[in-house]
């Protein structure tokens, strides 16, 4: 199985800026995508941000257009989230998730972090 670490969020000002991470650990694993998602309170969680592992292509909300940028270092198995002028209604509850495969899983398996906070004060 793997485990999704996520690291980065904290509180920031309208116009601030923060990168969040999001390290994959297992055994034997291969990632197909990693998305970023996040949820406000009392809203649905919201795909934000995805990457397409082997060839790095990228895709966001409109809400982030423009504004975040998704990517991966191959090597340690980790993405990043860099998230700059930021507004209030970014403030949410930011997770990470990897659809990955196994040599003991080959049908694609979806995994979740634990999720980080990000508050963006006005």
């Known amino acids: 199985q793997v485990q999704l670490v996520e690291s980065g969020g904290g509180l920031v000002q309208t116009g601030g800026s923060l990168r969040l991470s999001c390290a994959a650990s297992?055994?034997?694993?291969?990632?197909?995508?990693m998305r970023w998602y996040r949820q406000a309170p009392g809203k649905e969680r919201d795909m934000i941000a995805t990457?397409?592992?082997?060839?790095?292509?990228?895709s966001y909300a409109d809400s982030v257009k423009g504004r975040f940028t998704v990517s991966r270092d191959n090597a340690e198995n980790t993405v990043h989230l860099q998230m700059e002028s930021l507004k209030p209604e970014d403030t949410a509850v930011y997770y990470c998730?990897?659809?990955?495969?196994?040599?003991?899983?080959?049908?694609?398996?979806?995994?979740w972090g634990q999720g980080t906070q990000v508050t963006v004060s006005s």
């Open positions: 998730a990897a659809t990955t495969i196994s040599p003991t899983r080959p049908l694609p398996v979806n995994s």
């Open positions: 297992g055994r034997a694993f291969s990632i197909i995508v």
């Open positions: 990457i397409n592992w082997s060839g790095g292509s990228t």
